[in-house]
């Protein structure tokens, strides 16, 4: 079935940086896409990101693109993402999630929060 | 990028009630690529529905998905003290992909 954790979230200044992580486990991470997904306090939810199983291709939401950067290591069965130049508007629960099919996504870590505020 | 509208934002019912929860699109849905998904308070979302009609492993048999083009229908047949939750919808059929604002189901 496969599980996601994340971790690496908190408090950061506008501005500054932070790098979310995603440990998988229980399915051949390396044969699948993954995506970042975030949800504001008491808000819908936003795709952030996607990456392809190998780690070729790469898309980026608009209110991310050039901030925000997704990596993996399949050897490690680890997703990652590092934001820099964080906004207050980027205050959200952010979520790893596996990609099937042509793109839904299943399963979904717990999440990890990241709170931009001075 | 394609606008998902659900409605009604609340709906509130009681157990063993039927709930019907509408996600209309603001240009065709091809290909029927359009997933729902169940969020209970403090949790991560959970797969419901994808392709507009196909339950994924595990989902009980009264959440049924319907609808094609710019219209579609999560139904709930006969709801459930743990159904109770924020439900979204979701397309895939063009890129960004991109969900909707959400139903919320409460316990009248």
């Known amino acids: 079935e496969g599980q996601l954790l994340e971790s690496g979230g908190g408090l950061v200044q506008p501005g500054g940086s932070l790098r979310l992580s995603c440990a998988a486990s229980?399915?051949?991470?390396?044969?699948?896409?993954m995506s970042w997904v975030r949800q504001a306090p008491g808000k819908g939810l936003e795709w952030v990101s996607y990456l392809s199983a190998s780690g070729g291709d790469t898309y980026y939401a608009d209110s991310v693109k050039g901030r925000f950067t997704i990596s993996r290591d399949n050897s490690n069965n680890a997703l990652y993402l590092q934001m820099n130049f964080l906004r207050v508007e980027d205050t959200a629960i952010y979520y790893c999630?596996?990609?099937?099919?042509?793109?839904?996504?299943?399963?979904w870590g717990q999440g990890t929060l990241v709170t931009v505020s001075s | 990028e394609i606008v998902l509208t659900q409605s009604p934002g609340t709906l509130s019912l009681s157990p063993g009630e039927r709930a019907t929860l509408s996600c209309r699109a603001s240009?065709?849905?091809?290909?029927?690529?359009l997933a729902w998904y169940q969020q209970k308070s403090g949790q991560a979302p959970r797969l419901l529905i994808y392709?507009?009609?196909t339950r994924t492993t595990g989902i009980p048999d009264r959440f049924s998905g319907s609808g094609s083009g710019t219209d579609f229908t999560l139904t709930i047949s006969r709801l459930e003290p743990e159904d109770f939750a924020v439900y979204y919808c979701?397309?895939?059929?063009?890129?960004?992909?991109?969900f909707g604002g959400g139903t919320k189901v409460e316990i009248k």
């Open positions: 240009q065709s849905v091809t290909s029927g690529y």
């Open positions: 979701q397309q895939y059929a063009t890129s960004p992909v991109t």
């Open positions: 999630a596996r990609l099937q099919g042509p793109w839904w996504f299943d399963p």
């Open positions: 392709s507009a009609s």
């Open positions: 229980g399915f051949t991470f390396n044969t699948f896409a």
